[in-house]
């Protein structure tokens, strides 16, 4: 049964409600293409002093609010910050990305967990900060990381190529490897009611590598643990699960897992997904960040063929994936000024 449309047009497509106009926010809009962000990033010395610090995160999370009056906040945060709240150290190096404490074998990672949850605290400030100084039509997004793409962080230390390492393990040792993704779970349930304890109204769950798994492991690391967190939030808030690179796996993924919302990168063919998705069944997506750096004609053209192929159903704008910093900002706004003015 359908709740009653939420007065938000974001929070009411994931309620099941088509609108006449898409709502549209992108991922990473939060982020390095963005001056306002650079010049704070700057001020704070790197990402993880601004992730911790309520203040300065709630300022990132209004920006892309303020600038584009986006249809959704997302929470300025990290995919990375459970393992932390698992007791591994987490840090950025400069001009790399993200580092998690070295790692001689998956063992160690899990006999060295420790519930470490209290370095959460500053994120929900800053939800609590934020809550209060959206838009009235602004649904606000928290998020946290599936726990398979977050486990292949926790096992590599940092992003790899093929995730090989935590593909590896899955095979030679999956007693150990389901120990560490049922920490993950739990850890993501408590992380993700907090958030939306704090004043969240939906969130997403980023299964960055999801692609990267045979259909057998696909079900037993993305769907089993996607279907235990969706059964936790049910019922206190809308899920949008982002199984990217899931491909020909994204039904049984929506079926088996009981999100209520599916984002798609834009490998998916927006008529394929149309046709193979229950109807009623939302959907986010799928602009390639790349046709939003080159602009022009082309960009029109890739934003109608989206539109067009979801426009029966409920339909989020979003991109394929994030935001790329080189991203022009003029770009940000053609694609805002066709999403809107296209439908009335
Ligand atoms: O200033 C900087 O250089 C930091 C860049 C940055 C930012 C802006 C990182 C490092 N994380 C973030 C914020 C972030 N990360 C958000 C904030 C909200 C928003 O969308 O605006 C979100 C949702 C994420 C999610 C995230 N982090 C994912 C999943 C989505 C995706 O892009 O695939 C992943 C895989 C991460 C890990 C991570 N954090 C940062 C980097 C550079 C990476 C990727 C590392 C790698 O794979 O090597």
Do not use: C
């Amino acid at each position: 049964m359908q709740s009653d449309p939420s007065p938000k047009p974001l929070l009411a497509t994931l309620q099941g409600h088509r609108q006449p106009v898409a709502p549209i926010w992108l991922m990473r809009q939060a982020g390095r293409y963005l001056p306002e962000y650079r010049a704070l990033r700057e001020e704070k010395g790197g990402f993880l002093a601004l992730a911790m610090d309520s203040d300065a995160a709630a300022e990132i999370t209004l920006q892309p609010i303020r600038r584009f009056g986006m249809d959704g906040a997302i929470l300025f945060s990290d995919i990375l910050v459970v393992p932390m709240a698992l007791g591994q150290k987490l840090w950025f190096e400069a001009g790399e990305g993200p580092r998690l404490a070295p790692t001689v074998q998956a063992r160690e990672v899990l006999e060295s967990l420790q519930n470490n949850a209290g370095v959460l605290e500053p994120i929900y400030g800053t939800i609590r900060r934020v809550a209060p100084l959206l838009p009235p039509r602004t649904t606000f997004l928290g998020f946290a990381g599936s726990p398979w793409t977050v486990a292949t962080y926790m096992i590599a230390g940092q992003g790899s190529r093929e995730q090989a390492e935590a593909r590896r393990l899955a095979y030679r040792d999956p007693a150990l490897m389901q120990a560490l993704v049922d920490a993950i779970v739990e850890q993501t349930i408590t992380y993700l009611l907090g958030q939306v304890d704090a004043g969240v109204e939906a969130v997403q769950l980023f299964d960055s590598w999801a692609g990267s798994l045979s259909p057998a492991q696909f079900e037993r690391w993305v769907i089993a643990p996607n279907a235990r967190i969706v059964a936790a939030l049910k019922g206190k808030a809308p899920i949008i699960g982002f199984p990217k690179g899931a491909g020909g796996k994204l039904a049984a993924y929506a079926r088996e897992t009981g999100v209520d919302a599916l984002g798609l990168d834009e490998t998916v063919d927006p008529a394929w997904a149309h046709a193979a998705l229950p109807k009623d069944l939302p959907v986010q997506g799928n602009l390639d960040p790349l046709a939003l750096i080159a602009g022009g004609a082309e960009l029109d053209a890739a934003i109608d063929r989206i539109l067009a192929a979801l426009a029966e159903r409920p339909h989020i704008f979003n991109l394929g994936h994030g935001i790329l910093p080189d991203t022009p900002i003029a770009h940000v706004e053609q694609l805002l000024a066709r999403v809107r003015g296209g439908r009335a």
